[in-house]
Every structure is written in C-alpha cells, then in structure tokens.
C-alpha cells in the first residue's frame, strides 16, 4: 500500500469518527418562540409522586438592558447573565439548596436561549437586545449545566453550571 493511501484512510478515519462524535452529543433544539410572559409552568417530578420539581416563573419578555452585577434582594439571589456567540458572561453559579433564584438573561449578539432542564428552566429563545428573566427554586443539591439549544451552541462551548450547596 502507498503512503498516500495509508494517509487518506487516516484521515477519512478521523472524519467518520469526528462526524460520529457530533452525531452523538448533538444537543436537542427548542423552538419555543411564542410569547411568555408572567407564565408559571410546573415541572413534574420524575419519581411519579406528583410533586412539582420546580416551578419556573418567566416574568418578563423584552426588557432592553439588564445590570451586570449579581445582587440579592428581599430573599431572592439574582444573577444577570448575557450570552453571545457561543458564551455566557457566567460560567458558573452558586446557591444554596432551598434559595430562590432569578436570572435575567440578556442576548447581546445572535440569536440564543438559557436552559436548565432539571429546574424546568427555558428562557425560549430571543434575538439580541432582548431579555427574560426566570425564577425557580433550588429545591435539588449537585451540579446542574445550564445552555444555549439553538443549533451547536452547546456543543461549542455555550454553557456553565449550576452549583447547589
């Protein structure tokens, strides 16, 4: 066998498993474009019980600008978070178990969502400019990844985590 066959099947070889491993870890995408605002959805537990996991509360839609300090007000831990290309402003994030939490996401550049599944939290997804803020409670300890669904997003690097103490 010439070298330049040995090569080429290298590299084919590399391309199928590169491509496989996109397959694989190909994160879902949430086209949840329709209006919310004010919404309470409850997020049933997974054990049956019929107790809510969470309940998330998207408050607002469209706000413009969101301050970039993280802050706690009135028994609440609020955090702002922008994304951009392919990154959140944070990459990670820390409560204790039992605290309630508001995140305002705020979308400077493209087009991207906020999601933390095991809080049923989903911002849907805005345009830059836009903004959403979500509430929920820390009712589960461990590490959660919170992201961005559109397209590859995830995969290229849009996510963080949720830490609860």
């Given at each position: 066998?010439?070298?330049?066959?040995?090569?080429?099947?290298?590299?084919?070889?590399?391309?199928?498993?590169?491509?496989?491993?996109?397959?694989?870890?190909k994160?879902?995408?949430?086209?949840?474009?329709?209006?919310?605002?004010?919404?309470?959805l409850a997020v049933?537990?997974?054990?049956?019980?019929?107790s809510p996991?969470?309940?998330?509360?998207?408050?607002?839609?469209?706000?413009?600008?969101a301050?970039?300090?993280?802050?706690?007000?009135?028994?609440?831990?609020?955090?702002?978070?922008?994304?951009?290309?392919?990154?959140?402003?944070?990459?990670?994030?820390?409560?204790?178990?039992?605290?309630?939490?508001?995140?305002?996401?705020?979308?400077n550049?493209g087009?991207?969502?906020?999601?933390?599944?095991?809080?049923?939290?989903?911002?849907?997804?805005?345009?830059?400019?836009?903004?959403r803020?979500?509430?929920?409670?820390?009712?589960?300890?461990?590490?959660?990844?919170?992201?961005?669904?559109?397209g590859?997003?995830?995969?290229?690097?849009?996510f963080?985590?949720?830490?609860?103490?």
């Open positions: 066998m010439s070298k330049n066959k040995i090569l080429i099947s290298i590299v084919v070889v590399i391309l199928i498993l590169v491509g496989g491993y996109y397959l694989i870890n994160p879902s995408v949430s086209n949840n474009s329709g209006d919310v605002a004010n919404t309470s049933p537990a997974p054990d049956g019980s019929g996991v969470a309940e998330m509360i998207v408050v607002d839609e469209n706000t413009e600008t301050p970039a300090e993280v802050e706690a007000t009135s028994g609440v831990k609020e955090f702002n978070v922008t994304g951009k290309n392919f990154e959140f402003s944070l990459k990670e994030i820390k409560v204790k178990t039992g605290d309630k939490v508001k995140i305002t996401f705020t979308n550049e087009f991207h969502d906020f999601i933390l599944d095991e809080f049923g939290v989903n911002t849907g997804q805005i345009t830059a400019g836009q903004s803020t979500v509430e929920f409670t820390a009712n589960q300890t461990g590490t959660f990844e919170y992201y961005c669904s559109v590859q997003h995830r995969a290229n690097g849009m963080g985590k949720l830490i609860v103490e």
